[in-house]
């Protein structure tokens, strides 16, 4: 097997993994009961709601993600996991692609699928979804890689998502920044794409799907050692 | 700063069973290790030719873990230096049986043989039906890891190594949990690991009898 096939052989697992895991369905009802209860919390004027919605969705997404993230690299650290992931003959970088691939797919991509709804029931127009969903998929792989620092920096420490979150707070303002920003835009010209806030979103998960794997990795082998 | 006591070991070159032509040896030279301030072994030099079984012995926290653990890259030495005869790299070339035995409980013990298979690099792989079959799991193929006891749980485990073949195989404690077919299993496998010309380092209190180098850590 070449190293590639490996790597698919490794992201067809992971797949399987997170599927069978029961890690969705947390997820997916902690963005459910986030999204039923704003309204409650800020009161029946619907142009409020409208107008927080894109910092509302994007804060549901990050939080979904570190939530979904909090025990990724730790349950194989404690399983022996790890260990064999490291072993395999093909460089840690690519197998923690692998993983973290196989994470976006079975989870954040049924996330995401949620939004449009989310986004209804906070009362955005029904024109704004395809750009919401455009603005979310160009960041949402930031999310992910970054998280995914955290994770790896907190691997071995019990209870680890209250450090996982310190560690990658910071690191999110500006995927934050640029996301409501670009959501905000599209909902205010309904239809209307903010193009060049989506290029830096894009332009921001590009270079953290490059340059997250050998951060992630380093932190990983150091957390062994 | 690293204490400095000085334990000792004495230089031994394994030889090997089986005929080492053309087959690979493990050096191990001047290593060390160390945790926290405390030197858990030093200056230890071993070198462990093709087909060649080095049992490894040592009260608790002699080190024996940790060596093997050093081994294949998982742990850094303090010092030291640990290579092939042909200088390839190691870790890939590894397999670590440790005691956490990295199954995942949400699979089956024939997709766990299944992807093992698939991140071999060899081009002949064990089929699994035959690898379920010597581990004794033939009849709990298809139910959940998490549903197998501890003992068939290590059969799994030791089954992997032989569904992804690889140069050295590093055994902590194989025969934990284990009934006499349990441990008739790892003796089996490693006597074709080192048949194959495969190297066996194997960590374990008890006596292994068909090890041919033994090697004592002290504490």
């Given at each position: 097997m070449s190293g590639r096939h490996i790597l698919q052989a490794l992201f067809a697992r992971e797949l399987r993994l997170v599927l069978r895991g029961g890690h969705l369905m947390p997820v997916l009802a902690f963005v459910f009961i986030c999204v039923m209860l704003m309204p409650f919390g800020l009161g029946p004027e619907l142009s409020l709601l409208q107008r927080l919605a894109p910092g509302l969705l994007w804060v549901i997404v990050l939080m979904a993600v570190l939530l979904s993230l909090d025990r990724m690299f730790q349950a194989d650290f404690e399983d022996g996991g790890l260990d064999q992931l490291m072993l395999l003959p093909v460089a840690l970088e690519g197998a923690v692609m692998a993983k973290l691939a196989a994470h976006f797919v079975g989870i954040l991509m049924p996330v995401l699928a949620t939004m449009p709804l989310a986004g209804l029931l906070l009362n955005?127009?029904?024109?704004?979804v395809l750009p919401m969903l455009a603005t979310l998929l160009a960041g949402a792989p930031a999310l992910v890689m970054l998280g995914a620092i955290g994770a790896a920096l907190a691997v071995g420490v019990r209870r680890a998502g209250l450090l996982t979150v310190l560690i990658v707070t910071p690191l999110y303002v500006p995927v934050i920044v640029f996301g409501a920003g670009a959501l905000a835009r599209s909902l205010a010209a309904?239809?209307?794409?903010?193009v060049a806030a989506i290029a830096v979103l894009g332009l921001i998960s590009a270079a953290s799907i490059f340059l997250a794997p050998p951060a992630i990795a380093a932190a990983l082998r150091a957390g062994l050692r | 700063m690293v204490k400095t006591e000085n334990f000792s070991y004495t230089s031994a070159v394994f030889p090997a069973a089986?005929?080492?032509?053309n087959q690979v040896s493990l050096r191990v030279e001047n290593l060390a290790c160390a945790r926290g301030l405390r030197v858990v072994f030093a200056n230890l030099n071993f070198t462990l030719a093709g087909g060649g079984v080095l049992h490894v012995s040592g009260a608790n926290g002699a080190g024996k873990t940790s060596l093997l653990r050093m081994i294949c890259g998982l742990l850094a030495p303090a010092a030291g230096t640990i290579s092939l005869s042909d200088s390839t790299p190691l870790a890939p070339q590894c397999h670590y049986h440790g005691h956490a035995d990295g199954l995942k409980n949400t699979l089956t013990p024939r997709e766990t043989i299944f992807y093992e298979n698939r991140f071999s690099t060899s081009q002949e792989p064990s089929a699994a039906e035959d690898l379920l079959v010597l581990a004794g799991l033939r009849k709990q193929a298809?139910?959940?890891?998490?549903?197998?006891?501890a003992g068939q749980r290590r059969r799994l485990a030791l089954a992997r190594l032989l569904a992804a073949p690889r140069r050295l195989w590093l055994l902590d404690e194989p025969y934990t949990a284990l009934d006499a077919a349990g441990r008739d299993l790892v003796d089996t496998l490693v006597r074709r690991q080192a048949e194959a010309g495969g190297l066996v380092v194997l960590a374990a209190h008890e006596p292994v009898p068909l090890a041919d180098n033994h090697l004592e850590l002290d504490a």
């Open positions: 955005i127009r029904p024109d704004t309904p239809g209307a794409l903010d | 089986a005929d080492t032509k298809d139910q959940r890891v998490s549903t197998l006891s």
